[in-house]
């Protein structure tokens, strides 16, 4: 099997490449990227004016099987993956049972086999993610998790959280930490401030996500863990994040789309759709969240799609559960919120999204360069749309970006040489 993508810019900030290149594949991987190169028999896909860059790699993805497949399936959640570029993505365990032993990872792992998207199942930190009993980390890292999380519930005993760490590093594994402290946030629906208090509803502070960023990075230095922040939300977050690492402690972390679109002013106009942990904050939050990523101390930009049944979200919103899909409009988010705003330089908005996340769990993926597997994906740049849910493939609608016009669109997805994804 060969592919030749004939005509475009590529974009491969791994290699440092920005050029008009056609790209030769064979057998599933990048055999070569030079011009005019000669078809020979291979199948031709028309890249002019379009942009080629590695297939998206997140790593933060909530597929819901096994479980809840009400809200997604493997199958569902790869499809949503594929329209939205992502062709590498991390599945988190808070499933029904939780990722916490080897049989689960490699279910999720055999429902994904056929969809053309490399799922990565998350090991649980602790059995079922009840926080009370550290899972068994060699036999997970056995089985091929890339990482170790107890994300959605947060591990609040750190006795245990130390160990955790000591035993995570022993191994190598990085832990992801979902960063909000249990007790001041409960189950409460939207961030504390102005919001809350206009809609007389208890809120979760930003302090409790920064106590424990503050926190676990003290864990890391002590312990020598890499400890990566999940979806960090508050400017004063950054800013923990941004000073431990000029103290050479081994942290990183993520943001998502929404961190640096909305604010919690959404919540008054989009109420439970609108709703997702951590919250939505202000807008000084979504400047620092953004002066992050211009100075690099955001390291990555990952979804944390988070798919819940149109019942669920019409629950009124103190009832409804949290959280929103992102697979299918990240890139065109990250494009026009951080690019064509003139914030990032496009290949910088690719490599947040590709080679940096690929770096951090040491994955070989997130680049074109000869030899590797032939992931990528061919975008518009400047193309318009408007988002609307009612064309996802996932099955969660809850997105609060529908009927927004965004500016950048996926193209083509290509996973190890197939045509998984292609408009229209
Ligand atoms: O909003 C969220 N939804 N945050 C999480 O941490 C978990 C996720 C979910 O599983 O729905
Ligand atoms: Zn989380």
Known sequence: MRLLIQGGRVLDP???????????IEDGKIARLGEHLKADGAQVVD????????????????????GFEAKETVATGCAAAARGGVTTLVAMPNTRPATDCPDIVRLVRDRAAPTGINVLPAGAVT???KGEQLTDFAALKAAGVPALTDDGVPIQNLALLRQAMLEAKRLNLPLLDHCEDRDMVQNYAVNEGAVSRQLNLPGRPAIAEELQIMRDVMLAEETGAHVHICHISTAKGVDIVRQAKARGIHVTCETCPQYFTLTQEEVLRQGAMARVNPPLRTQADVEGIRAGLADGTIDAIVTDHAPHTAEEKARPLPDAPSGMVGLETSLALALTGLYHTGLLPLSRVIA???????ALLGLDKGTLAPGRDADLILFDPEEEWAVDKTNFASKGRNTPFHGRTVRGKVKYTISRGTIIYMEG
């Open 14 to 24: 791994a290699q440092g490449v920005d050029e008009r290149l056609d790209i030769l």
């Open 47 to 66: 890249a002019r004016g379009l942009t080629a860059a590695p297939g998206l790699v997140d790593l933060h993805v909530h597929l819901r099987e096994p």
């Open 352 to 358: 947040l999204m590709t080679a940096a996340p690929a």
């Open 127 to 129: 059995v079922g993610q």
